[in-house]
């Protein structure tokens, strides 16, 4: 069984920085590949930031230079470092990690967390 967990969300000032984790647990081998996503009121969810197999990462023009992604492997962790927010960032954020279990891959999703940007 296998469970995947975002944590860090709040409420932040305008300006202000966040670190959100995604822990995987359970029974799995590696992690292949991980993405942020997130998804505001009324809008559909949209890919923030990823991490693919090969290591490199890419991020949505409006969170360049500002969000971060990177990974833990000892620690089965990914997380995203979110400076510099802005109120446009306020959303509900997922974390989507594709797992190995011996030579099968399969994605998981977290339950979401909330991130509130204040202006």
């Known amino acids: 069984q296998v469970q995947v967990v975002e944590s860090g969300g709040g409420l932040v000032q305008a300006g202000g920085s966040l670190r959100l984790s995604c822990a995987a647990s359970?029974?799995?081998?590696?992690?292949?590949?991980a993405d942020w996503y997130r998804q505001a009121p009324g809008k559909a969810r949209e890919l923030v930031a990823l991490?693919?197999?090969?290591?490199?990462?890419n991020y949505a023009d409006s969170v360049k230079g500002r969000f971060t992604i990177s990974r833990d492997n000892a620690k089965r962790t990914v997380y995203l470092q979110m400076n510099s927010l802005k109120p446009e960032d306020t959303a509900v954020y997922y974390c989507?990690?594709?797992?190995?279990?011996?030579?099968?891959?399969?994605?998981?999703w977290g339950q979401g967390t909330q991130v509130t940007v204040s202006s």
């Open positions: 989507n990690v594709g797992l190995w279990t011996g030579t099968r891959r399969a994605d998981y």
């Open positions: 359970g029974t799995f081998s590696s992690i292949d590949d």
């Open positions: 991490f693919s197999r090969s290591g490199s990462t």
